[in-house]
């Protein structure tokens, strides 16, 4: 089973940028998967942030990250990344990768914050 291991997260300063990486290990390559961000931020549900598909020619975005952030793969890592640029507190959650539909056990989540 695919085990998702995301990192990157950290502490930052409003309008600072992170990259978040996300590896997957298993027998199970994310090569032909649309994979995806999630984030979740204290009392509120999941999201949904980025898609990206198995080829990486398309990428939409939630509104509300659109223009900041860059959702990319590399398959022969087996690993999705997301480029944070302009980064506000209300982006401050835990960010998570998945299979987008999510149909792969959950990882830890990397924690961003973000300081006004």
């Known amino acids: 089973q695919v085990q998702l291991v995301e990192s990157g997260g950290g502490l930052v300063q409003a309008g600072g940028s992170l990259r978040l990486s996300c590896a997957a290990s298993?027998?199970?390559?994310?090569?032909?998967?649309?994979m995806g961000w999630f984030r979740q931020a204290p009392g509120k549900e999941r999201e949904f942030v980025a898609r990206?598909?198995?080829?990486?020619?398309?990428?939409p975005y939630a509104d509300s990250v659109k223009g900041r952030f860059t959702i990319s793969r590399n398959n022969a890592k087996n690993t999705v990344y997301l480029q944070m640029n302009s980064l506000k507190p209300d982006d401050t959650a835990v960010y998570y990768c998945n299979a987008d539909p999510p149909t792969m056990r959950w990882g830890q989540g990397t924690q961003v914050t973000v300081s006004s």
């Open positions: 298993g027998r199970t390559f994310i090569s032909s998967y649309a």
């Open positions: 990206i598909s198995w080829s990486g020619g398309s990428t």
